[in-house]
């Protein structure tokens, strides 16, 4: 019953917002007190996870989220998005800026913190998104969803990477080599097939395209920063320094984790709150000194606003996942889904795909759907006739399927790319879907090829 009261409190968040347009807050709130008082949680404990829910996401990324977007903001009023996305499509053009975005972001940034990347490449994707054409925006924002995402649960030192190899025992060189040929592959082929979707009248921009005042705002400085004359505009290599050093403090501090280094300062370094700190310090001293006191402390008012709208349904999304986490769901998957000794390699890999999946779908989280499912298959690990490795890349494949409401990252995703819900489900949602559909066959025959 209780994956029944999940499917149903998703499934009423999604009603509530798209057919009555009751705000995501609201319906999110109503959702987790439905699945608690239904799933048996309690009353007052169903209250007390909400509560804690919100307490723990803003723990986790609310700082993230703060100086990623407030650093966003500067680099934006500094004219430095513009030109950089000048300077790809001089380079390669505005047909495949979309497939470099997604390949670049699998490959060379593989996501350890994905609300890092996304509070970093949103703007991004929305200052090219005129130059690639009318739908611009939605292909862009699905190669982002690509890129990140993919990269996230295939490519060494993607969090979900780390976390699948390390519970399945899984060699960090072994999971990074079928890593890149599953994960660059996965990202092209998912945003040259949502460009075919999008192509045949996928997006509707009357209703999936929803600019809110923070981002209107937001887009004013930059304009009015462009006015500023070339000599009070920083260089774009210096201005992007502010990206790129916090970007290589994180990406550090995951390799040497990985390698199993141990230093304290080294750990102080590349702590993603601190790093993106450091960033935001870089920026704001370079904006001070380029633009002046006033169209800088703009730029951080607009920065600012747009923070207060994020964190507060990010948050309120991570209180269903927080009621969600409180139920027995876990336990019910791994009751239904048992691993047979000598199954086939197709019934393996889809079976530890679907366990991933449904978690995903439940639970809201690529890395907790992934632990959880390598924790229901690894007992049985041994006895199925399918390498680790290829069962491991399964479950990342199952993990990402089809992201929605339940995740603080669908939030942020509408709100920094300024996509309204039924947007986001088409652009972050379907895409995910669509990568996970995509990664499965190449996925399978490995399952052939790799020897046990």
Excluded at 6 to 11: G, K, P, T
Excluded at 185 to 199: E, S
Excluded at 434 to 447: D, N
Aim: proline share 4%; aromatic share 6%.
């Amino acid at each position: 019953m209780i994956i029944l009261h999940a499917s149903i409190a998703i499934l009423g968040v999604l009603l509530l917002i798209i057919a009555l347009k009751v705000e995501p807050v609201i319906a999110l709130v109503l959702g987790s007190l439905y699945l608690g008082i239904a799933g048996g949680v309690g009353l007052p404990e169903t209250v007390q996870a909400i509560a804690t829910g919100f307490g723990e996401i803003m723990a986790e990324v609310g700082l993230l989220i703060a100086f990623g977007v407030l650093l966003g903001a500067l680099l934006h009023s500094m004219g430095a998005l513009q030109k950089l996305v000048a300077l790809l499509l001089r380079v390669l053009g505005a047909r495949r800026l979309p497939y470099a975005m997604a390949a670049a972001l699998t490959t060379l940034f593989p996501s350890i913190y994905v609300d890092v990347q996304l509070v970093l490449a949103a703007p991004l994707a929305r200052s090219a998104a005129p130059s690639v054409g009318s739908r611009g925006l939605p292909q862009l924002s699905g190669a982002l969803t690509a890129g990140i995402l993919v990269g996230y649960v295939f490519v060494v030192p993607g969090l979900g990477t780390l976390s699948i190899a390390g519970l399945l025992g899984i060699p960090l060189g072994t999971m990074l080599v079928f890593g890149l040929i599953v994960g660059p592959a996965t990202a092209v082929i998912t945003t040259f097939l949502f460009g075919l979707v999008l192509k045949r009248g996928f997006w509707k921009p009357e209703t999936d395209e929803h600019e809110t005042q923070a981002l209107r705002d937001s887009e004013r400085a930059a304009e009015q920063a462009d006015g500023d004359t070339q000599v009070r505009t920083p260089p774009l290599g210096v201005s992007l320094m502010a990206v790129i050093v916090p970007l290589l403090l994180i990406a550090t501090g995951a390799i040497t984790d990985a390698a199993g280094v141990e230093n304290t300062f080294i750990d102080f370094l590349s702590d993603p709150v601190f790093a993106l700190f450091l960033g935001l310090v870089g920026a704001y001293v370079l904006a001070r000194r380029t633009l002046g006191r006033e169209r800088t402390d703009d730029a951080i008012g607009s920065g600012l606003n747009t923070t207060g709208q994020i964190l507060v349904i990010t948050g309120v999304g991570g209180s269903l996942g927080a009621v969600i986490g409180a139920t027995t769901l876990d336990q019910r998957l791994g009751d239904l889904f048992s691993a047979q000794s000598g199954a086939s390699v197709v019934f393996t890999l889809l079976l530890a795909w679907l366990v991933a999946a449904l978690l995903h779908f439940a639970i809201g989280s690529i890395s907790v759907a992934a632990i959880a499912a390598a924790g229901i298959l690894e007992p049985v690990l041994s006895t199925l006739d399918v390498a680790p490795v290829v069962v491991g890349l399964a479950i990342g494949a199952g993990a990402l399927f089809a992201l929605q409401v339940n995740s603080n990252f669908f939030w942020m995703f509408q709100s920094l790319l300024g996509v309204s819900t039924k947007g986001a489900l088409k652009a972050l949602t379907f895409v995910t879907a669509l990568a996970s559909v995509v990664a499965l066959p190449i996925i399978i025959v490995l399952g052939f090829l790799v020897p046990v």
